[in-house]
């Protein structure tokens, strides 16, 4: 089925996921993509390729998962292991149709300007390049705070200091010139850039989108999520697979699985807003760590219900860890305030966990799985959900564990 959307207000919506990855320093790749379109302005570029260079910079890290990667990348001018986000980000990049046409200039977003393979062409040397550059100026930016003249100074010092040999010449001229203007370092402030930002969105039409399409885009932010901790490795993959089955043995209609699917590969788009220490502890969390963590749901849904028309799944993935004894997170919801989708979310979303290997604990069977989601039901799952998964256990678990088969 097709949905009408904005594919720009899509990706800035997503890229706030993004943007969590950094926790106390958000928007960096929203500033990146505001300060390449303002140099290539300065250069004459076309209004196509700079509405192009703005889509990269919001989605240029993202390669990155781990709040320990993006804390050496704002606060390190050239890290030595920068290029391994630019190969995962191209990666996942070239998965998705709609943004295929990007993934080489992310690959080379931290390549010197005088070490760029020869082989490639100028349009593409020249936006990784400008991408690296603006990239390394919000690194600075956060470094050093930028917020005197002295700062901005320091800023333009320290990439001209480069000039040839990071960065291209002519792009560190343009940065200068604009860099000179209050307005350039204004917009950097997070209302001003927001302002910015709906401006751009609301000068492209909504279009038709196939849902392949928008689940391509769901696929590419669950691989992102996934890879921020080995505990949840294909766990998203796992759940929207055994989401949709249950959807159909319920026998929802195919609009309503749809948003089942997509929602459980959205499920967790809030976790990468959660330290990678507290993912990645294997014993019990303290309740401040806890805390954290039980907003995920809720910061999900922050991020979603930006799109317009994505209002049903934003609610629906929000509520992944809604129990109907209302003492689930992050609304406590009773029973009957927890929409079909949402019950069958957390059953998958329960089911999958269980029986996947953890780093601290070996899977369990599908039985054991199934005994546990039993002295659940009623209390806090619904019970003909679970009972779809009692008289399908042996495809409920294939689904879950071998996501790549499907």
């Not at 149709?97 to 070490?115: C, F, G, S």
């Not at 390394?136 to 100074?153: F, I, M, P, W, Y």
């Not at 492209?204 to 490795?233: G, H």
């Not at 003909?384 to 499907?406: D, G, H, P, S, W």
Request: charged residues 25%; aromatic residues 10%; glycine residues 6%.
């Amino acid at each position: 089925m097709g949905y009408v959307l904005n594919l720009r207000e899509v990706t800035y919506a997503l890229s706030e996921a993004l943007d969590f990855v950094g926790i106390d320093d958000t928007m960096h790749g929203k500033r990146v993509g505001y300060m390449s379109a303002e140099v290539a302005k300065r250069l004459g570029w076309s209004k196509d390729r700079i509405d192009r260079l703005i889509l990269m910079g919001m989605l240029h890290d993202c390669g990155v998962s781990s709040t320990d990667v993006h804390h050496h990348l704002v606060s390190e001018l050239d890290w030595d292991n920068s290029q391994v986000h630019c190969v995962r980000g191209a990666f996942l990049l070239r998965k998705v149709p709609l943004y295929e046409d990007y993934a080489e200039v992310i690959l080379y977003h931290h390549t010197h300007w005088n070490q760029l393979p020869q082989t490639l062409n100028l349009q593409t040397k020249e936006e990784a390049n400008l991408i690296y550059l603006t990239d390394r100026v919000d690194a600075l930016r956060v470094q050093l705070g930028s917020t005197t003249l002295q700062e901005k100074g320091k800023v333009r010092e320290t990439i001209q200091k480069y000039e040839g040999e990071m960065f291209s010449p002519k792009f560190v001229e343009a940065f200068n010139e604009v860099s000179q203007v209050d307005s350039f370092w204004y917009y950097l402030d997070p209302e001003s850039l927001e302002g910015y930002y709906d401006d751009w969105i609301i000068q492209s039409d909504s279009s038709d989108v196939a849902f392949q399409e928008l689940k391509n885009i769901a696929m590419m932010f669950a691989e992102i999520v996934d890879a921020k901790s080995p505990f949840t490795a294909k766990h998203t993959y796992g759940v929207a697979i055994l989401a949709r089955y249950l959807a159909g043995l319920y026998g929802l209609s195919e609009k309503e699985q749809e948003t089942v699917e997509l929602s459980a590969f959205f499920h967790d788009l809030g976790k990468l807003r959660v330290a990678d220490a507290i993912l990645h502890k294997a014993g019990p969390l303290d309740d401040e760590e806890r805390a954290q963590m039980n907003r995920h749901g809720f910061d999900s849904n922050v991020i979603l219900r930006k799109i317009k028309g994505f209002h049903e799944i934003a609610k629906i993935a929000s509520m992944h860890h809604e129990t109907l004894d209302a003492q689930g997170y992050p609304y406590h919801l009773m029973a009957d305030k927890i929409p079909i989708e949402a019950r069958i979310l957390a059953v998958a979303d329960i089911f999958q966990a269980l029986v996947q290997d953890r780093p601290y604990r070996v899977g369990l069977h599908a039985q054991e799985a199934l005994e546990i989601l039993n002295t659940m039901r009623n209390l806090k799952l619904d019970d003909a959900v679970v009972e779809l998964v009692q008289q399908n256990l042996n495809t409920c678990y294939t689904r879950a564990m071998y996501a790549e088969k499907f």
